[in-house]
C-alpha cells in the first residue's frame, strides 16, 4: 500500500494545475491568424454550429457548445457515436462542424467526418497532431500543443482537455465580440439563476400594496418612529403636500437628532434629496448604487408621476437568488 501524507497529496495536486497553466500558456502562444479565419467561419456560418466528439472530448465538446449557444452562436453537440445511429441527420448543408479529438484518430469520428465531407460543410478540427487524418480531413486546423498528460501515467485526459475547454471558450468569446453581442441579449439568454435576477426591474423585486412609511414635514418624532416601525424597514419618507418626496429619515437620523427628539420635526431632520430608483432599473444596477452610496434602504419611484414614491427597496431584496 502506498501511503502518503497530506502535504504529498497537495503537492500533487498543485503540480496538476501547474502543468495544466503552462500547457495553457504554450496554447496561448499558438494563437494566429488560423484562429481568426475559425472564428469568422463561426461567425459566417449561415445554419448550426454543430461540435463533435467522443469520449472526453465529448464532454468537452457539449460544454463548447453550451458556450457557444451561450454566447449567440447557435450550437448543438453531436456525440460521435450517436452520429452513426440516425443523429447525423442533425447535420445540414449550411453548417458548420468543429471536432474535437487529441490524438485526430478516432475512428468512431469517421462516419461524421466523411457525412460532412459529402455534404459539402466546412470543418474546424482541434487536434494535437497536424498529420492526422482528422486534421487532414478539415479545413480549418487548430493545433493543441504537445504535452503530456497531468495523468502519472500519461493516458487519462487531463492536460489536453483542458487545452480543448479554453479554446472551445476563445472561439465563443470571439465569435460573440466579432457578432457584436450586447449585454441585454446576453442578459435574454440566461433568465434564470443570479444573472436573470440580476437583469429583474427592481419594480419587479419589491413588495407593492403595502402601506408606505411617510410623513408630511412638521409630522413630530412621534409619528416618524411609529412610521419607520410600522413599515419594518427602518426608514420614513418626508412628503409635502402634493405626496413628492423631498426627503427620507433612516435610523442613524434619528440617532443623530436624539438631543431634539421631543421639539424636532420631521423636516427639520430628514435627509434633502435622497437617492431614489424609477422601478425600471434592474436589481444590479440598483444594488450598485447602494452599495456606492453606502446605503441599504431607498425609494422607489411611482412609473406615472415620478415624484411620489411607490415602493421601498431593501439591499435585502437585492440579495442574490438562494
Avoid at 460532412?116 to 487524418?133: C, E, F, H
Avoid at 457578432?179 to 442578459?187: K, T
Avoid at 439568454?189 to 427592481?202: C, E, F, K, L, S
Amino acid at each position: 500500500m502506498i501511503t502518503d501524507t497530506a502535504i504529498d497529496v497537495v503537492e500533487e495536486g498543485l503540480a496538476v494545475i501547474r502543468q495544466e497553466a503552462a500547457a495553457l500558456k504554450e496554447l496561448a502562444d499558438t494563437i494566429d491568424a488560423g484562429f481568426a479565419d475559425a472564428v469568422r467561419l463561426l461567425v459566417a456560418t449561415p445554419g448550426r454550429i454543430i461540435v463533435a466528439g467522443i469520449g472526453k472530448s465529448g464532454h468537452i465538446g457539449r460544454k463548447v457548445a453550451a458556450t457557444l449557444s451561450a454566447t449567440g452562436s447557435s450550437a448543438y453537440f453531436l456525440h460521435a457515436g450517436e452520429a452513426m445511429h440516425g443523429d447525423l441527420g442533425m447535420l445540414r448543408a449550411g453548417d458548420t462542424v468543429v471536432v474535437l479529438s487529441n490524438s485526430g484518430k478516432t475512428p468512431e469520428l469517421r462516419p461524421l467526418v466523411d457525412h460532412a465531407l459529402a455534404l459539402g460543410v466546412p470543418m474546424v478540427a482541434i487536434v494535437a497532431d497536424p498529420r492526422s487524418w482528422l486534421a487532414e480531413a478539415s479545413d480549418y486546423v487548430l493545433l493543441l500543443p504537445t504535452v503530456p498528460e497531468a495523468c502519472p501515467e500519461r493516458i487519462a485526459p487531463t492536460t489536453s482537455s483542458t487545452m480543448m475547454l479554453a479554446l472551445g471558450d476563445a472561439l465563443a468569446v470571439a465569435a460573440m465580440r466579432l457578432r457584436g453581442v450586447s449585454r441585454r441579449e446576453l442578459v435574454g439568454w440566461h433568465p434564470g439563476g443570479n444573472i436573470g435576477r440580476d437583469a429583474m426591474p427592481v419594480g419587479v423585486v419589491v413588495r407593492r400594496g403595502d402601506p408606505l412609511p411617510l410623513v408630511v414635514s412638521h409630522a413630530g418624532m412621534r409619528d416618524v418612529v411609529f412610521e419607520m416601525t410600522s413599515a419594518g424597514k427602518g426608514v420614513a419618507g418626508v412628503v409635502d403636500d402634493d405626496g413628492a418626496l423631498i426627503g427620507i429619515i433612516t435610523d442613524g437620523d434619528l440617532r443623530r437628532a436624539f438631543d431634539r427628539m421631543l421639539i424636532a420635526t420631521a423636516g427639520e431632520i430628514m435627509t434633502a434629496h435622497p437617492l431614489t430608483v424609477p422601478g425600471s432599473v434592474t436589481v444590479a444596477e440598483a444594488r450598485h448604487l447602494m452599495t456606492e452610496a453606502k446605503i441599504t434602504v431607498m425609494f422607489v419611484m411611482d412609473a406615472q408621476n415620478p415624484a411620489r414614491p411607490a415602493a421601498v427597496l431593501h439591499i435585502h431584496d437585492l440579495a442574490p437568488a438562494g
